[in-house]
């Protein structure tokens, strides 16, 4: 693991507190930049976001899914749980802790809020990091790209309808076109410039040029990029934060019982299909993991720079790393 991943957390925390910092000195002048807008795309957000999610599109090689027959089950238990389980139970914990358990300490329209940024995280599968996770539990390779190629190409048609019926059952009424222009802006461009990319490079240059040089050219931006958003998020959840400290700790319980329920989901259910570790591991890693920087992006389309929603997506981003990496020491010590 490259030492940014490695220490994700850390970065976090530090951006947190600079964010804050920001807000607290610059103040009004902050709040500019949420009105940069074209339609109901935030400008400066957008390119940020795309600096983060190009280098994970340009990886992804569609061409794998010619072999997804060769480990049909494994990827038939992504599938399954990516898009027919974890969703609706990221939305279920999100409703029985920020609305049932959290009433006496959080407002209704806060609870609101953070449950729709749970549901935005639940609704969006890893991408990139699983390639991280898998490699760590010693994953087969071939699986790991099939399997998130798969996921990419559904989330261009499932993201928007789930997160829609997701949200309207729980009273947060978005409009069909915000959710669309957002998928489109943050997931269909990305995603087509990277595949043009990876295929005219691959045919100029070829594969050990790509992975050698261009992918690392490409990483630097991507750090700054999630760094540089997240300091915006926390200049404007700032004071939020500052009045309400344990918003934080609230926001992440549920988030982190999810995750190790639909790990320990997945992983009981590959052992039940009769996996191979190669394949169980990674299937297991890809369920619990979320694709967080397009969570952040549509949070903050959405519902704007300094609401609950987007705070959520952050704190998403903040536990990812601790917890996934004691998911592959799970994994790792019930090698089979």
């Given at each position: 693991?490259?030492?940014f991943?490695?220490?994700?957390?850390?970065?976090?925390?530090?951006?947190?507190?600079?964010?804050?910092?920001?807000?607290?000195?610059?103040?009004?002048a902050?709040?500019?930049?949420?009105?940069?807008?074209?339609y109901?795309?935030?400008i400066?957000?957008?390119?940020?976001?795309w600096?983060m999610?190009?280098?994970?599109?340009?990886?992804?090689?569609?061409?794998?899914?010619?072999?997804?027959?060769?480990?049909?089950?494994?990827l038939?238990?992504?599938?399954?749980?990516?898009?027919?389980i974890?969703p609706f139970?990221?939305?279920?914990?999100?409703?029985i802790?920020?609305?049932?358990?959290?009433?006496?300490?959080?407002?209704?329209?806060?609870?609101?809020?953070?449950?729709?940024?749970?549901?935005?995280?639940?609704?969006?599968?890893?991408?990139?990091?699983?390639?991280?996770?898998?490699?760590?539990?010693?994953?087969d390779?071939?699986?790991?790209?099939?399997?998130?190629?798969?996921?990419?190409?559904?989330?261009?048609?499932?993201?928007?309808?789930?997160v829609?019926?997701?949200?309207?059952?729980t009273?947060?009424?978005?409009?069909?076109?915000?959710?669309?222009?957002?998928?489109?802006?943050?997931?269909?461009?990305?995603?087509l410039?990277?595949?043009?990319?990876?295929?005219?490079?691959?045919?100029?240059?070829?594969?050990e040029?790509?992975?050698q040089?261009?992918?690392?050219?490409?990483?630097?931006?991507?750090?700054?990029?999630?760094?540089?958003?997240?300091?915006?998020?926390?200049?404007?959840?700032?004071?939020?934060?500052l009045?309400?400290?344990?918003?934080?700790?609230?926001?992440?319980?549920?988030l982190?019982l999810?995750?190790?329920?639909?790990?320990?989901?997945?992983?009981?259910?590959?052992?039940?299909?009769r996996?191979?570790?190669?394949?169980?591991?990674?299937?297991?890693?890809?369920?619990?993991?979320?694709?967080?920087?397009?969570?952040?992006?549509?949070?903050?389309?959405?519902?704007?720079?300094?609401?609950?929603?987007?705070?959520?997506?952050?704190?998403?981003?903040?536990i990812?790393?601790?917890i996934?990496?004691?998911l592959?020491?799970?994994?790792?010590?019930?090698?089979?």
């Amino acid at each position: 693991m490259k030492f940014f991943e490695k220490y994700l957390t850390a970065w976090v925390l530090l951006c947190i507190a600079t964010g804050i910092l920001v807000g607290k000195l610059l103040g009004s002048a902050v709040s500019i930049l949420e009105s940069w807008q074209l339609y109901t795309i935030n400008i400066p957000v957008a390119i940020l976001v795309w600096m983060m999610i190009y280098p994970m599109m340009v990886q992804i090689d569609f061409s794998s899914i010619a072999n997804v027959s060769k480990n049909w089950k494994g990827l038939a238990l992504t599938v399954t749980v990516n898009w027919l389980i974890k969703p609706f139970t990221m939305a279920l914990f999100g409703w029985i802790f920020f609305k049932n358990i959290y009433a006496a300490w959080i407002s209704p329209d806060d609870a609101e809020q953070y449950l729709a940024g749970a549901i935005l995280l639940g609704a969006a599968p890893c991408t990139a990091m699983v390639f991280v996770w898998s490699y760590l539990v010693k994953g087969d390779a071939n699986y790991t790209l099939v399997q998130v190629s798969v996921n990419d190409l559904i989330l261009l048609v499932a993201f928007v309808p789930i997160v829609k019926w997701l949200l309207g059952v729980t009273n947060i009424e978005i409009p069909y076109e915000v959710l669309i222009s957002s998928v489109l802006v943050f997931v269909v461009i990305p995603l087509l410039a990277g595949y043009i990319t990876y295929r005219i490079l691959i045919k100029r240059k070829g594969m050990e040029w790509f992975q050698q040089k261009f992918l690392p050219t490409l990483r630097p931006f991507s750090i700054l990029a999630l760094l540089t958003t997240l300091i915006l998020l926390f200049a404007f959840q700032g004071e939020q934060i500052l009045k309400q400290p344990y918003t934080i700790l609230l926001i992440a319980f549920p988030l982190i019982l999810q995750t190790y329920f639909i790990f320990i989901i997945s992983w009981l259910s590959g052992r039940i299909l009769r996996l191979s570790h190669a394949i169980c591991a990674p299937a297991a890693m890809i369920g619990a993991s979320n694709f967080f920087e397009l969570a952040v992006a549509v949070a903050i389309s959405l519902f704007g720079l300094n609401s609950g929603a987007s705070l959520a997506t952050v704190v998403g981003v903040l536990i990812e790393v601790p917890i996934m990496l004691s998911l592959v020491t799970l994994a790792n010590r019930w090698r089979y």
